[in-house]
């Protein structure tokens, strides 16, 4: 018989509004601010069993603004930043892609560009997820349509990113400290 696989909840984090202040098309380390809240919040996760997992569309590589290298270079070191403070990344996605933009290796439609939830069930697959355990905080309705299309527990949507209202199931929040909030009250005991 198969060894039984205990699944673990995720919470997924899109990346530029959630985690660091998105100055439109980061790349450099030295222009990172972090979101207030982000440590607390992956503090309280990390305690409960979350495995955090960051999902970032990074369509800058198929516009040309940065390279596919420059993405990995910061993301790096943001998961050594987190493992510094003892609440590790289990790892991150992201999406160079673009339908609009770039040559031929990255001007197309891919099933890990959000809303698509393609890097949700990648990690998933490669980290023994129970995405309908799992959490995903976005900044736009392109991340609350991937939690969605995904299959996942709850999504939330920070506020100041998006002007209106989006489609698809989840929770208006002003501060990631609500959703932290959210976890404590709503993560059932392991
Ligand atoms: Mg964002």
Redo the contacts with the bound molecule.
Sequence with gaps: MPEETTLSPALFL?????INV?TNFLYKIEDVKWIEGIFSLATTATRLGYKMVVVTNQSGVARGHFTAEDVETLMDWMVAEFAAREVPLTAYYYCPFHPGHGDERYRREHEDRKPSPGMLLRGAREHALDLSQSVMI???CT?IGAANNGGLRQAFLIAG?ETGPCSGSYIPVDKLAEVEQWLIANTPAQ
Excluded: A, S, W
Excluded at 14 to 18: I, K, T
């Design positions: 899109d990346r530029d509004g959630v998105d976005g900044d736009r991340d990113t």
